[in-house]
């Protein structure tokens, strides 16, 4: 890791928190949302950007619009979507996608709060369709967890994907 100048965390915090993607990883893959959920903090935000691409040489001002947003979400719009997906009525996911997601480069360090960590991972989903096409999809996360009494949850992740422009025709994965 690199120094930061921040005192590092403990051993047994970054092996709890690293095994706590690996598990939230794996409640996704076998549609466990629920149990995902369990994962979250009443206050959880939930957010991805699109990024923009532009020439290095660029100087003009951003755009006045904005970043384009395609998840802002905290608890409520959480379990919204996955009564969504639950319902029946999403036929992109009717049989289910084959869908696995690698959980990689992960670095923990200590947060501005006691209790909390910030974890940056890398997660690449494997999604394949009854049409047979697949999509890879990756991203960089920047997640902040918070230690309860029954363990890490989830208290904000911000999520870069690797793409500037969606590459699919829908995203009903979670990252």
Same mark, same amino acid.
């Given at each position: 890791m690199l120094e930061s100048g921040v005192a590092p965390m403990s051993t047994e915090s970054v092996t709890g928190l690293t095994q706590r993607l690996y598990h939230e990883a794996r409640l996704l893959d076998a549609e466990r949302f629920e149990d995902w959920l369990e994962c979250m903090c009443n206050d959880v935000t939930y957010r991805m950007e699109l990024k923009r691409r532009r020439f290095r040489a660029d100087r003009s001002p951003p755009a006045a619009v904005g970043v384009g947003v395609v998840f802002n979400e905290n608890l409520a719009r959480l379990k919204l979507?996955?009564?969504?997906?639950? +319902?029946?009525? /999403?036929?992109?996911?009717?049989?289910?996608?084959?869908?696995? =997601? *690698?959980?990689?480069?992960?670095?923990?360090? $200590?947060?501005?709060?006691?209790?909390?960590?910030?974890?940056? +991972?890398?997660? /690449?989903?494997?999604?394949?369709?009854?049409?047979?096409?697949? =999509? *890879?999809?990756?991203?960089?996360?920047?997640? $902040?967890?918070?230690?309860?009494?029954?363990?890490?949850?989830?208290?904000?992740?911000?999520?870069?994907?690797?793409?500037?422009?969606?590459?699919?025709?829908?995203?009903?994965?979670?990252?």
């Open positions: 979507r996955i009564d969504r997906l639950r +319902s029946g009525f /999403v036929w992109a996911e009717d049989p289910p996608n084959f869908v696995r =997601r *690698v959980v990689s480069n992960v670095e923990v360090e $200590r947060a501005d709060a006691e209790n909390e960590a910030i974890v940056h +991972s890398v997660i /690449v989903i494997h999604r394949n369709r009854i049409d047979g096409l697949t =999509r *890879v999809l990756t991203a960089g996360r920047s997640d $902040r967890w918070r230690m309860h009494a029954d363990g890490w949850k989830l208290a904000a992740r911000e999520i870069a994907l690797d793409h500037a422009v969606l590459p699919d025709s829908n995203i009903n994965v979670f990252f």
